[in-house]
């Protein structure tokens, strides 16, 4: 993979920009967006590899962003540190070379998050299991990242449990995406997956993401995020459930 590709250069930078406006609309969804995408096109490896500065920029600019950096980080360190060693521990499936097993356990990853968010009721975890409930979800979070390269299972729907104000959630998705993206980033570049060619292309396509978070967030007030969402996890149903058909075939 190479700087040189005009068609490359051009899907990437059009995957993080739809990834960007999708973050900006509903703050989420730009390493989900970004590894469906690209994994479609890329093998998942490679398209891990090209997401890592663009979803480190944007997400820790939605970290600080929050009120509640030390509070967050005293609670859900448990969290993080499973997240962390999840996803060291994960990375042999991404790694390994199995480009078909990699592929279909991406499609799986995004077919079970479109389906359980758009189909599930909300639920909410009490304060005293949160000492147990944080590692497990922090650990299994993390070898689904490291399989996948997707952050948001079951991170997402478990941090939506806690009873977190509205700002304070969004803070929280922040930390444990950048996490995860630090954690994904380590893992590749000690197994020596990480090439500098996919790190100068990502790091080009921080400029399309910020510009896509950008049009998203002014594109918030003018439709229904719910709406915008729903459509985004068809829109993911569909391309994980392709994914999985191309592998079967």
Known sequence: MTLGEPLLLAAVAATFFAAGLVKGVTGMGLPTVAMGVLGALLSPLAAASLLVVPSAVTNIWQLLAGPSFGALIRRLWPMMLGVTIGTLAGLSLLTGGDT????????????????????????TVPARAETWASPLVGLTTGAVTGGTGVFVIPAVPYLQSLGLAKDDLVQALGLSFTVSTFALAAGLA???????????????AVVPALIGMWAGQQ???????????????????????????????
């Open 190 to 204: 000690w197994r020596g997956a990480y090439e500098v060619g996919n790190f100068a292309l990502s790091a080009l």
């Open 100 to 123: 078909r097993t990699a592929t279909a356990a991406l499609g799986g990853a995004l077919v079970a998050y479109a389906l359980y968010t758009l189909v599930a009721k909300p639920f």
């Open 219 to 249: 594109l918030r007030d003018r439709v229904s995020p719910a709406t915008f969402k729903r459509w985004f996890l068809i829109f993911l149903l569909l391309l994980g459930a392709e994914m999985l058909s191309r592998v079967m075939r």
